[in-house]
């Protein structure tokens, strides 16, 4: 199993701050992807990386691909409540005949006013 | 499209009963994939649907849970003989294969979240 470690996995911080999240494995992904999740809802895409080195930027979202494609971190700038949620990395593992998502367990992000 | 439909959103049910959840993805999807996701936990991998062929059932649970989609359209996924353990989120996704890259993007539901007393 191509296992993914977040970290932190609890992050309470106040608006403005930034903060770093990270996401890492021994396995290398073809790509990996961010997903945040609100409570009592399924996880929304924030973005796809796909090439070593990558970085994506998403608003005051930055993401980055590691160059080994074996982790990659989402930084996030002047934060606010409403950034507050549930965010998870995935890559892909091996599925009969396709392809399906492996997550991590997290990191829960909470920004208060 | 309204997106990915799951119901019921809450299911309520005592131990030993059966439960059926369905899923109906994106219409133009051909790939359905459901998750559980307990409390604290990211979502975990249990089957995947190519139209209606199940191509991977490997990751369930136990031989409690199956799944279905026979048309290739919706799905469903029944627990039988239901445990505490078995409470939990479930939810369905889809998504139409591989885009640019190999990554394949999800769209989930929102979950049918069960309590199992």
């Known amino acids: 199993t191509q296992l993914l470690e977040q970290s932190p996995q609890f992050l309470s911080i106040q608006e403005g701050e930034n903060l770093t999240v990270y996401c890492n494995s021994s396995?290398?992904?073809?790509?990996l992807q961010w997903y945040r999740q609100e409570p009592g809802e399924g996880p929304v895409l924030l973005v796809t990386?796909?090439?070593?080195?990558e970085v994506k930027k998403l608003k005051r979202l930055t993401f980055q691909f590691g160059d080994a494609r074996k982790d990659s971190s989402l930084h996030i700038t002047a934060a606010q409540p409403g950034d507050t949620g549930l965010y998870l990395c995935?890559?892909?593992?091996?599925?009969?005949?396709?392809?399906?998502?492996?997550f991590g367990k997290g990191t829960s992000l909470l920004v208060t006013p | 499209d309204t997106g990915v439909s799951q119901n019921p959103r809450h299911k309520i049910t005592k131990r030993g009963q059966n439960v059926t959840f369905r899923c109906d993805p994106i219409s133009e999807h051909n790939r359905l994939y459901w998750y559980r996701q307990t409390l604290g936990q990211g979502p975990e991998f249990l089957t995947y649907f190519q139209n209606e062929a199940q191509l991977e059932k490997s990751r369930l649970l136990s031989d409690r849970f199956s799944a279905e989609r026979p048309k290739g359209s919706f799905s469903t996924l029944e627990i039988q003989r239901t445990e505490q353990g078995d409470s939990a989120m479930y939810l369905c996704?889809?998504?139409?294969?591989?885009?640019?890259?190999?990554?394949?993007?999800?769209?989930f539901g929102a979950g049918s979240r069960l309590t199992v007393l």
């Open positions: 995935a890559g892909g593992i091996p599925a009969n005949s396709g392809y399906a998502l492996n």
């Open positions: 990386v796909v090439t070593g080195g």
């Open positions: 396995s290398v992904f073809s790509s």
């Open positions: 996704a889809s998504s139409f294969g591989p885009s640019t890259g190999g990554a394949n993007v999800l769209t």
